[in-house]
């Protein structure tokens, strides 16, 4: 960390008793005091998000740009570290994690910037809470959480509801998707609620929407009804983000770390799968009621065809009889009565014959016209049936597609319970081993103490004897029974050993060893 002293102090925005400067690359923490500032610590933010190679210097630019720059970069930073301490408990948090409090307070910073306020008493409302409110139109998962909060009953104000909201919305790993819902509408909706130059009318609202994606990866578990949301905004100790990085961890930690996020990984990888199986069952449900809509259209049309044709079949008649043309029986008989009469006078007149001729070409013509009407309604007819059968053929299809799917899903919430099942067994399996270790190295000091004890003892004994005057015959008895001791002593210390690692056999040995002791003669 290098402690340096900048000026500029148009560049800064106040948060707390700290201000954040923005130096070309640099990101600078500076601490206020009476009489001056004082400089905490800098920080290197990307070059991209705070100045451009064609920028002018910070001193020209404009203070609303310099502001939603150091929001950015604030939240880049507080993001980061929420991350980072997210991967040391699991990737899972809870309202006590100092990071997320942090990154609430700054989320609410940048959703604040630029929101006009209310003008006049009849006003309308510019309150984020009424901005949330909307989002339960576009996105049938946000109405949940909106009526969650409206049911809480222990918020009372605007302010404490949207806080509700973007931790329910957080919890539901969905806060990037209505952040991106929101900048969408940017021109129909954020206008009326945001001045120009606001945060979430800029171009760095798309960073902060990406910023967001990257929380999807963390569990959090908070406890809404028990916060206080409606009191003001906290503080925010930038000392967190001004440490050293670079600690070392141990080999242990590291591998319990990398199998926990091997796990936490495939957890992603079902809760994703699971997402995209049922968007696909959601999509596959749609086409269905598309294709029954358009058989029962198609349906409606077949039968209005066939009417059509009854109806057409009998004007044809109709407009036959009206005409005084001969229907085909009776075009059969004239027939009959022509040929008859040609039989018998085969001197006609030639003229009559004429107009015979050409009247029967022209009842042909009309009746190979109406023939050909009436199969080009049979062909339609029989394309709507097949078109029909198609269809049910497709919905059939479409239906066992959707019990595969089911059942595909059915198995994996089957493999997410027994996973989710193994990780526990895993807990348990580990918090007994723990305990376990913990009571035999209790009980090993204990031993030690004891056996330091007892040495003690014998020694004590021993210089006693020593300085006593005693028989001949006394003397041979402490020998014989100090020597044969000496060799006890080492069998019970290795009845101590085996006894260390097996966990049994120990008290009742140095028991014996103690009464020895104490009565050696």
Known sequence: MVLVEMAGAEDTIYLCNFRVSVDGDWLCLKELAEGGTTSVGVAKVDSSASSSPGSPPPSERDPVCIERSNLVNICKLVVKELIESSLKFG?????????????????????????????????????????????????YEAQDITASVRDLPTVKTHIGRARAWLRLALMQKKLADYFRLLIERRDELLTEFYETGALMLADEAIVIMGLLVGLNVIDCNLCVKEEDLDSQMGVIDFSLYLRNTGADTSPEDSQEQTDMTTVLDQKNYIEELNRHLNATVTNLQAKVETLITTNALMKEDLAIAKNTIIHMQGDNDRLRNERGLPTQQQQEQMDKEAKKASRVSVIGCEEEMQDLKLQLEEESAHRKQVEKELELQIQMKAESEMAAKLLEKDIHEKQDTIISLRQQLDEIKVINLEMYRKLQECESSLKQKTELIGRLEAKAGEMAETIRNLESQYVFQDSQSSHEPSPAGQRSRSKSYYEPLSQREAEEAAEGEEGKKGGIGKSASMCELQNRMAHPL
Not at 102 to 110: G, P, Q, R, T
Not at 123 to 130: F, R
């Open 91 to 139: 990737r899972q948090l809870d309202s006590d994690s100092v990071p997320l409090q942090h990154f609430f307070i700054v989320l609410e910073h940048v959703l604040r910037h630029g929101l006009k306020p209310k003008r006049g008493l009849l006003g309308p409302k510019k309150e984020l809470w009424d901005l949330f409110q909307f989002v339960e139109k576009w996105s």
